[in-house]
């Protein structure tokens, strides 16, 4: 859990400081949230390709590696003094989320039993809502009060403590089993499975519209300073922190199905309210559904998929992971295109557009899995 409370802290401290890097690097917001689209297609393509070269590794080793190599490479990031050698030092340190999150929870399932998977597996999720409730608001603080390099020293630092946590904890010798080609093949072709996958991918996509831009867009639309921005995200963070402990905490009773479809339809709920959000107090109250809704959806389709079909799991856990970076990719460039064509007060259209196509798909995938074949 601590593990991704330092990768989602990383992966989410561009959003958070895209003004500082945006002026400090002196390129445009569109060209800045490329950080944020190339760093998802790295994740969404490696998750998949990683779990199938990292398959037979003792999970101790690789999750404690992957933290030292996101701990470089984020201080890296640090230092870099022109876009083109940030972006390059970001691509390299996001290989690490796409080893760690989806190699995380399919190891805590291996230590627990049958009956307590999708809890394991939310509580390891956990991790990305501490991330949006301390180190989202935080990174965006330090990026207003000492510069945005001092937000990608602090998550070096974290990465290192965290690889150090992670080796001295992990007991030795879980090693997933290796899934032959024959296991890909059914998770692919299972109408099932890929429903949920696509789940997935559309949620995230239409959330990353706009929540790649927070930043400039409360700056723009609200005239929000990084205090008042920090203070944004700490109740947008503080609320998907309640969420995912909820869901943790009853997923196993509502069913993760219906658990990820009103998930997903407080999203929805949110983004069409959005205009009304015309002042910073209104706006904590629009965003609220969507919050409570954001991390505990993407912990309950862990579960969800992970409950369908469990032999599958290491696959279908990479692949939901990588629909969920590959969303975020789609969600980045897209909400970049409309800023530079002057439609940043139409993001969340766009954004509500996809998400209730998500809601659809969910209740589709509800109903194969209760089909006589199943997956």
Not at 67 to 95: I, P
Not at 247 to 256: E, L, N, Y
Not at 288 to 310: E, K, T
Request: charged share 5%; net charge positive; aromatic share 10%.
């Amino acid at each position: 859990m601590v593990g991704n409370f330092v990768i989602g802290s990383g992966v989410m401290v561009v959003p958070g400081t895209l003004n500082e890097i945006s002026a400090s690097l002196r390129v445009s917001t569109p060209v800045a949230g490329q950080l944020i689209a190339a760093a998802a297609v790295v994740m969404g393509v490696g998750a998949p390709t990683l779990a199938a070269v990292v398959a037979r590794w003792d999970r101790r080793g690789l999750l404690a590696l992957s933290m030292l190599w996101f701990a470089f490479w984020t201080l890296a990031c640090g230092f870099a003094d022109d876009f083109q050698t940030l972006m390059l030092c970001r691509v390299l340190a996001v290989v690490a989320p796409a080893v760690f999150t989806p190699q995380a929870a399919a190891c805590v399932g291996l230590l627990v039993p049958a009956e307590q998977r999708g809890r394991a597996i939310t509580f390891v999720f956990l991790g990305w809502s501490f991330a949006s409730v301390i180190g989202m608001p935080v990174g965006a603080w330090l990026a207003g009060a000492l510069g945005w390099r001092w937000a990608f020293f602090a998550v070096s630092a974290l990465a290192l403590v965290s690889a150090v946590w992670v080796w001295r904890t992990l007991p030795v010798g879980i090693r997933p089993m290796a899934l032959p080609l024959a296991a890909w093949r059914q998770t692919l072709r299972s109408p099932l499975l890929m429903a949920v996958v696509a789940v997935t991918l559309l949620s995230s996509f239409g959330q990353f519209v706009l929540f790649s831009y927070f930043a400039p867009y409360f700056k723009a639309v609200l005239g929000a300073s990084a205090s008042q921005l920090g203070s944004l995200l700490f109740c947008f963070g503080g609320f998907g922190l309640l969420g995912n402990l909820f869901m943790t905490r009853h997923i196993d009773r509502f069913g993760s199905a219906t658990a990820v479809t009103a998930s997903l339809a407080g999203i929805a709920l949110s983004l069409l309210l959005w205009p009304l959000g015309t002042t910073l107090h209104l706006a904590v109250w629009v965003m609220m559904p969507w919050a409570l809704g954001c991390f505990a959806s993407n912990s309950a389709q862990q579960a969800r998929l992970a409950g369908a079909a469990p032999a599958l799991a290491g696959a279908t856990i990479a692949l939901n992971t990588s629909a969920m970076y590959a969303g975020q990719a789609l969600g980045a460039g897209s909400g970049g295109w409309m800023i530079a064509h002057g439609l940043m007060g139409d993001l969340h259209g766009l954004g509500f557009a996809i998400v209730l196509l998500a809601v659809a798909t969910s209740i589709v995938a509800a109903r194969l899995s209760q089909g006589p074949r199943g997956v």
